[in-house]
């Protein structure tokens, strides 16, 4: 399949739109990540994204719409905290978890009865939902298991010639994941962190959230498939956090501990590494600006890919607020090798 690569004009727009209505898939910017698009409620071009990204089919899709109304399509219940939410932060790096109506394809919902939706932050995806004229499944547009793509280019190293078109729009400002937060009960529950922060959430709400206990668990082994085979009280709720994910071509470590040492620690490794011809990339972010790392860590994964290093050596950051969702993508990509630094 040749893959098209569209720019942002009016044109390649509607040519996008075009191809969503003709149930093909579409790679778009969104603020966040680039996503993977396709016709949300139709089940043939839902199950092309699983085949294009070849991810296992019970992992499912954020939905995105580019208007309030529209949730209307895809559930019957609207709470106020819903509302709330709503109001403060979309569009924007926010995914609620719903109750699902039953039109919406259970392929989309990975079978189950609640749907995952967002309205995005970026012009050119909300006159792409507009002109295709229904809400887009949207999974990011890596390959599953790949670092998640923050440029067209990223899109494009992974998915051309699986998908129709990429349109080619502005890098991704956030450059991590959505927060996605389970609405289906009395307490809101966060289940993947992303930079609107349990604190925003509440003090949006006016009452506590609670935190999916798995987002910082490690899982106990890696199958040699990607799934992850975790023990008895490994179970998220959050169908995507039990696959591998985000994973680097390079050997990584995460360095834990006081930040001097740990700076002291890769500087010893580096010395040792490059000493048997080892090529190593470093990353090491400032903690006082977790958003800058979040805005960087996918790119750079891919960046050290490309350079062809060896060994990835990165100083952990502190696991609250925005530090938090870094650190959820920074451990599964280091697949939980991490150095205790005393
Ligand atoms: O920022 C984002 O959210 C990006 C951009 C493209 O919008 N999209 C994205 O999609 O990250 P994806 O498919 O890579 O991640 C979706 C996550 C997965 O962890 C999935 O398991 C979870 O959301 N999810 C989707 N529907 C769910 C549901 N009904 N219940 C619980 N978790 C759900
Ligand atoms: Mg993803």
Same mark, same amino acid.
């Given at each position: ?7 942002i004009?009016?044109?390649?727009i509607?040519?996008a ?5 003709t ?12 996503g993977?698009?396709a016709?949300?409620?139709d ?16 992992n499912p ?6 208007g309030?109304k529209?949730?209307?399509r895809l559930t019957d219940v ?16 926010l ?11 259970r392929v989309?919902?990975g079978?189950l009865?609640?749907?995952?939706v ?20 949207g999974p ?5 298991g ?6 067209a280019?990223?899109v494009?190293?992974?998915l051309?010639?699986r ?22 009960s009395?307490? *809101?529950?966060?289940l =993947?962190?992303g !930079?609107i922060?349990?604190?925003? #959430?509440? $003090?949006?709400? +006016?009452?506590?959230? &609670?935190i ?10 890696v199958?040699g498939?990607?799934?992850l085979?975790?023990?008895?009280d490994?179970?998220?709720?959050s169908?995507g ?17 006081? *930040?001097?040492?740990? =700076?002291?620690a !890769?500087?010893?490794?580096?010395? #040792?590494? $490059?000493?048997? +011809?080892?090529?190593v &990339? ?7 600006n ?7 860590f996918?790119?750079q994964?891919r960046?050290?890919d ?12 502190e696991e609250?607020?925005?530090?938090l ?13 991490i150095?205790?630094?005393k």
């Open positions: 399949m040749e893959t098209r690569i569209l720019g004009s009016e044109k390649d509607q040519v739109a075009d191809i969503l209505k149930g093909g898939l579409v790679g778009f910017p969104t603020e966040t990540v680039y993977l698009g016709n949300a409620m089940s043939e071009a839902v199950g092309k994204v699983y085949a294009a990204k070849g991810r296992p089919s019970d899709m954020i939905v995105h719409i580019a309030e529209e949730m209307e609207i709470t106020p905290d819903m509302k709330r939410l709503m109001e403060a932060f979309w569009p924007g790096p995914t609620m978890v719903v109750p699902a109506r039953p039109e919406v394809p989309t919902t079978g009865d609640t749907v995952a967002r309205m995005p932050d970026s012009s050119t995806a909300l006159e792409l939902i507009r002109e295709a004229g229904c809400p887009l499944a990011s547009a890596n390959l599953s790949h670092p998640s793509p923050t440029t280019a990223h494009y190293d992974d051309h010639g998908i129709d078109a990429i349109i080619q729009g502005e890098p991704c400002k956030v450059g991590i994941e959505s927060t996605v937060i389970d609405m289906t009395d307490k *809101p529950m966060i =993947r962190p !930079i922060t349990p604190e925003e #959430l509440s $003090t949006a709400l +006016g009452k506590d959230v &609670g999916d206990p798995a987002i910082l668990k490690k899982p106990e082994i199958k498939d990607g799934l085979e975790t023990g008895e490994f179970k998220p709720k169908p956090m039990k696959y591998k994910h985000y994973a680097p071509k390079a050997e990584m470590i995460i360095f834990k501990g006081d *930040p001097e040492k740990v =700076r002291l !890769i500087a010893e490794e580096k010395l #040792l590494r $490059t000493g048997y +011809g080892q090529k &990339g470093i990353i090491i972010y400032d903690n006082d977790p958003k800058e790392a979040a805005h960087r996918f790119a994964l960046a050290f490309k350079s062809g290093v060896d060994v990835i050596m990165a100083a952990a950051l609250d607020g925005v530090g969702a870094v650190m959820n993508r920074m451990f599964k990509s280091a697949g939980y090798n150095r205790e630094v």
